[in-house]
């Protein structure tokens, strides 16, 4: 295949920035596609070229497939990379990329289908004997059915939808007089958020940890793991902090839960980035869960660790080259952790709290990366994820890792909207998490909105030194002016 030499980023925010970055170092052009309201955003003034695709809400945006394909066409395009979110899981976008003869940065539309629904990506995965947690299988038609296959595999359980994630079209039952109106909560809501209601039962895990494997796979047949991210500080089911390694992983269980994401994308034969993702128990049993066909939000913290920039392989495999390492080369360096910065209020139940960043200053210094998207004076629009930032620190182990985050937390300066800067900040801080003993109930188990009480206090704090700092240095330059024996600042700093 012929060499990429202009990209089309079918997305928005920091991750289209982060797509064009690795897109200048390979020499490639770049093409933005933004709605109304990002007309001015940073993502439109860093690509090389930029098209407008529609008003702001995404349908008519950024998930209109075919204004993105007639923007490649318009711009000479020859590839679209979709990033994460939008479009970048959709089989029949993806076909139509390849039908107008533009190169998708991703999986097949085959593999696509096969792992984009719950229940078919557990068949294909059942062919390498994935180990599986107990349930239903295939999709669940009605109540009585459900209610049976319930008491097979005892309470408590999980209905979940069959199509998505993010914990959409997801319900917990403990009893079973609560099944009934559980699973029609969970089939009106896969319905709506998916416009598929099918729903699938399983045993509910208890103290579980979400491990998530990266893989990587080109066309020749390779396919290699790139370890593991340990995602289990999550709110509503979505991840807050991420970190690579994982603290609990034995080097024996890191290789065995390895080669069984290597088997899923096998399964499919998966080509490009994905991720495969796990549950843990307590007794460090694991269960796969589902696949990702795209880049991650937390691949960063793999890219620290591993030292391979995952775009630019995305981007190689994409113009059918072999993968530029095996598995025998890889290695794992230090630690990483990420935490997502949202314009969220976690102390009034992370509701979202767009607005005006006020004022905007990133942290900087030895092994702090900011992958972001916006500016001081930048509004947080209303129409897509709240998502201000991706903050990531990189150690040489864990420990160092997590201060360096504290350091970098302290050091972000965010006024305007509300963050979660402040929950970060317990979580790390916590002795839970500092130990390494936690779960996906970290959240339900540990925090309360008066915790971050000593945040907001410390804040307040620094503010008025800084606003204290402020008042006299401007009362010292005022009597500097007005002095009639003036010193230079060579002189000054001689003494």
Known sequence: ???????????????????????RDMNIKTVAVYSDIDRDAP?????????????????KSYLAGEKIIAACKKTGADAIHPGYGFLSENSEFAA????????????????????????????????YKIPMVPGSEGA??????????????????LVKASAGGGGKGMRIVEHIEDFEEQMKL???????????????????????????IQIMGDTHGNICYLFERECSVQRRHQKVIEEAPSSVLTPELRKQMGECAVNVGKACDYVGAGTVEFLLDEKLNFYFLE?????????PVTEMITGIDLVREQIRVAEGEKLSFSQADL??????????????????????DIGKLITYKRPQGP???????????????????????????????????????????????????????????????????????????????????????????????????????????????LKATHSSVQTTNWKRNRV
């Open 1 to 23: 295949m012929k060499k990429i030499k202009k990209v089309l980023v079918a997305n928005r925010g920091e991750i289209a920035i982060r797509v064009m970055r690795t897109c």
């Open 43 to 59: 993502f439109v003034q860093y690509a090389d070229e930029a098209v407008h695709i529609g008003e702001s809400p995404s349908v």
């Open 96 to 127: 139509a990329v390849k039908k107008a003869g533009i190169v998708f940065i991703g999986p097949s539309p085959e593999a696509m289908d096969i792992m984009g629904d719950k229940l078919s990506a557990k068949e294909a995965a059942k062919k």
């Open 140 to 157: 669940i038609t009605s109540v009585e059915e459900g209610k049976k296959i319930a008491k097979a595999i005892r309470f408590p359980l």
């Open 186 to 212: 969970a089939v009106s809501e896969a319905t709506s958020a998916f416009g598929d209601g099918s729903v699938f039962i399983e045993k509910y895990v208890a103290g579980p940890r979400h491990i998530e």
């Open 291 to 299: 696949m990702n066909t795209r880049l991650q939000v937390e691949h």
């Open 331 to 352: 290695k794992i360096y230090g630690h990483a952790v990420e935490v997502r910065v949202y314009a969220e209020d976690p102390a009034n139940n992370f509701l979202p």
């Open 367 to 477: 092994g702090v990366r900011v992958d972001d998207a916006y500016e001081e004076g930048s509004e947080i629009p209303i129409y897509y994820d709240p998502m201000i930032a991706k903050l990531i620190t990189h150690g040489k182990n864990r420990e160092e890792a997590i201060s360096r985050m504290l350091r970098a937390i302290a050091d972000y300066r965010i006024t305007g909207v509300e963050t979660t800067l402040s929950f970060c900040r317990y979580v790390l801080k916590h002795d839970a998490f500092k130990s390494g003993n936690f779960d996906t109930h970290f959240v339900k188990k540990y925090f309360t909105p008066d915790v971050l009480n000593e945040y907001h206090a410390d804040e307040a704090e620094i503010a008025s030194f800084i606003a204290i700092s402020q008042l006299q240095k401007k009362k010292g330059e």
